[in-house]
């Protein structure tokens, strides 16, 4: 698919990754690999500029630095497969979302965070 309008920023472990293929006012997807295979991994997002924000306590791989602000919430949890990626969508995304939204995955096993994607388009 198409990958467009990505903000990278490291993870904490590479090459678990994090892509959106699609665009705003469309069918858009996200997708990882490089997860643990078979294992569980959290799409998290957040409205406006990148941050700086700790998962809190009492949750999976509470303390773990995440790359975005503090409005993040969790938008899904995937199941990764045999060979570490997960997918999900088509959704309809807002174009309203496009330049405000941002994306990044969690793997619950390892706590390793994927770089950081801005929904450009």
Do not use: K
């Not at 957040?46 to 773990?64: D, K, S």
């Not at 990044?104 to 929904?119: E, G, K, M, P, Y």
């Amino acid at each position: 698919g198409l990958l467009g309008g990505v903000e990278y920023l490291p993870g904490s472990t590479s090459p678990f990754a994090l892509g959106t293929p699609g665009e705003t006012g469309g069918p858009m997807g996200a997708q990882v690999w490089g997860a643990t295979p078979n294992g569980s991994v959290v799409l998290l997002y957040a409205l406006g500029a990148a941050g700086a924000t700790l998962v809190p306590p009492g949750r999976p791989c509470a303390g773990t630095l995440l790359n975005l602000n503090s409005t993040v919430a969790a938008a899904v949890i995937l199941r990764a497969d045999a060979q570490g990626h997960a997918f999900t969508g088509p959704a309809s995304v807002p174009a309203a979302a496009a330049g405000s939204a941002r994306l990044q995955a969690l793997d619950i096993v390892t706590c390793a965070t994927s770089n950081l994607a801005q929904v450009i388009y």
